[in-house]
């Protein structure tokens, strides 16, 4: 789902366009800025589920700045660009994940780009996700390699006894290892 988006367009007639079909696509809040400039400024602010670009801009021609939201935020972007530049625009965007269309826009094809960009969104989201969780169980079984070391340290056990000590020691008190490991890193830190 996209919740709000960002519309970059030095034409109130292109704003106007790209509202009324974000609005038809339910995304809840939509801003709108007629400059680069304005534009770097707001996505360092907040975050932006969409960012549509509707291409020359007054100050650049906006293709930089689609490259550079789209390699260093989530947020999806799509580049509007005049037809006789769209291929050269899109073959330097497409490595970044840029969805360019070209001029005019035909409603379809924006539906579609659309469609393909909340599409893509959920499954970075995702992605981010499954990462955080598997850096969380990394760090879990960092802390519990630590604690074992402590009590191989301390307390002459084997790798293998303590490592049940801290199994044993969360299953009776009902909790996760990684507590019991950071008990143990306390008491012999």
Not at 71 to 81: A, G, R
Not at 128 to 140: F, S, Y
């Amino acid at each position: 789902m996209l919740e709000n988006a960002l519309i970059v367009s030095h034409t109130e007639k292109s704003t106007a366009f790209f509202t009324e079909m974000l609005n038809a696509a339910s995304v809840k809040q939509v801003a709108a800025l007629q400059s680069c400039g304005e534009a770097r400024r707001a996505v360092l602010e907040r975050d932006f589920d969409l960012v549509v670009v509707n291409a020359p801009l007054m100050d650049e021609s906006g293709e930089s700045f689609c490259r550079h939201i789209a390699s260093k935020f989530v947020s999806q972007v799509i580049l509007v660009v005049k037809s006789e530049y769209y291929d050269a625009v899109s073959a330097a965007c497409e490595d970044y994940g840029v969805l360019t269309i070209s001029k005019p826009v035909n409603r379809a094809v924006f539906w579609s780009v659309l469609a393909l960009s909340k599409s893509t969104r959920n499954k970075i989201l995702r992605i981010q996700d499954e990462n955080a969780r598997l850096k969380r169980k990394i760090e879990d079984i960092r802390i519990v390699d630590r604690a074992k070391c402590m009590l191989i340290s301390f307390l002459d056990m084997s790798e293998q006894e303590a490592h049940r000590y801290i199994e044993k020691q969360a299953m009776d008190m009902r909790c996760a290892k990684r507590e019991i490991a950071e008990g143990i890193l306390k008491t012999y830190e």
